[in-house]
């Protein structure tokens, strides 16, 4: 194994670490943009919230694509590998250019947007450069169930977590910062159907790669944005009396 390898099995490992972390010390208290920015005992410095999502998601688009410019001939022709940065990218694609453009949420604390923004980078590198230079797909992976499948949830994952996004933006009016019941959908069924769609994603991607480095990545979503979904159905249940008793946090009919 050369050093290259080492080191993105080192980042893989560093992945996993930082979701155990996020999820130990944010149990009891989320992240401190949107709702959850009142609780803060001093107001940060603050940055309009299109701005911050598309310079906090930007990194894991450009990375991947400056790197697959420096690869080799040899590298480019596998199509195998190609998909699955592909699927990536277009993740990223969406919440850089699209998400961030349409969001009408509140403006994000400078240090979030900024930590989220180092995370996307080392992230972007890891999984660009495991599937650029340390995984070998044979010529047959585009047909392997495993690339099948993963492909398949990717993008249902992501199309439920574009359409949830969607129905979130609708609840507001421009200008708007109040928050309401999220109806259609999943949110029919979990009150984090967005979160729900992009962890189906990332599990997608993982059992699409078959690799240590996509399940890191697919944990750490998980730990990000899991215990935010379960803060989210406590915060509905909290303030607003006549909130869906049966409607779950996160998986439909089970959590």
Same mark, same amino acid.
């Given at each position: 194994?050369?050093?290259?390898?080492?080191?993105?099995?080192?980042?893989?490992?560093?992945?996993?670490?930082?979701?155990?972390? %996020?999820?130990?010390?944010? =149990?009891?208290?989320?992240?401190?943009?949107?709702?959850?920015?009142?609780?803060?005992?001093?107001?940060?410095?603050?940055?309009?919230? +299109?701005?911050? *999502? @598309?310079?906090?998601?930007?990194? $894991?688009?450009?990375?991947?694509?400056?790197?697959?410019?420096?690869?080799?001939?040899?590298?480019?022709?596998?199509?195998?590998?190609?998909?699955?940065? &592909?699927? @990536?990218?277009?993740?990223?694609? /969406? +919440?850089?250019?699209?998400?961030?453009?349409?969001?009408?949420?509140?403006?994000?604390?400078?240090?979030?947007?900024?930590?989220? &923004?180092?995370?996307?980078?080392?992230?972007?590198?890891?999984?660009?450069?495991?599937?650029?230079?340390?995984?070998?797909?044979?010529?047959?992976?585009? #047909?392997?169930? =495993?690339?099948?499948?993963? #492909?398949?949830?990717?993008?249902? &994952?992501?199309?439920?977590?574009?359409?949830?996004?969607?129905?979130? =933006?609708?609840?507001? /009016?421009? &200008?708007?910062?109040?928050?309401?019941?999220?109806?259609?959908?999943?949110? !029919?069924?979990? $009150?984090?159907?967005?979160? @729900?769609?992009?962890?189906? !994603? *990332?599990?997608?991607?993982?059992?699409?790669?078959?690799?240590?480095?996509?399940?890191?990545?697919? @944990?750490?979503?998980?730990?990000?944005?899991?215990?935010?979904?379960?803060?989210? %159905?406590?915060?509905?249940?909290?303030?607003?009396?006549?909130?869906?008793?049966? +409607?779950?946090?996160?998986?439909?009919?089970?959590?």
């Amino acid at each position: 194994m050369d050093c290259w390898a080492q080191l993105i099995h080192f980042l893989s490992g560093v992945l996993f670490i930082v979701g155990v972390i %996020h999820l130990v010390c944010l =149990r009891p208290i989320q992240a401190s943009y949107g709702r959850y920015l009142s609780r803060l005992s001093s107001m940060p410095r603050m940055v309009p919230a +299109r701005l911050a *999502w @598309f310079f906090q998601e930007l990194p $894991s688009l450009l990375v991947p694509l400056l790197m697959t410019m420096m690869t080799t001939s040899q590298r480019e022709s596998n199509i195998g590998t190609l998909l699955l940065l &592909g699927t @990536f990218c277009l993740h990223y694609f /969406q +919440r850089t250019f699209v998400y961030s453009l349409l969001t009408r949420g509140r403006p994000f604390p400078l240090h979030v947007m900024i930590q989220g &923004g180092m995370f996307c980078l080392l992230n972007g590198f890891t999984q660009s450069h495991y599937l650029l230079h340390c995984a070998l797909y044979n010529s047959t992976w585009t #047909s392997d169930c =495993r690339f099948v499948i993963g #492909s398949t949830l990717f993008l249902l &994952g992501m199309a439920i977590n574009i359409h949830s996004d969607h129905l979130l =933006r609708n609840l507001r /009016q421009p &200008g708007e910062v109040v928050y309401k019941i999220p109806k259609g959908g999943l949110f !029919e069924y979990v $009150s984090g159907a967005n979160y @729900f769609g992009e962890i189906v !994603e *990332w599990l997608g991607y993982a059992i699409a790669t078959w690799s240590v480095t996509g399940f890191s990545f697919a @944990f750490c979503t998980l730990c990000f944005i899991g215990p935010r979904a379960l803060h989210h %159905h406590r915060y509905y249940h909290k303030t607003f009396k006549y909130y869906p008793k049966s +409607r779950k946090a996160l998986i439909p009919f089970i959590l």
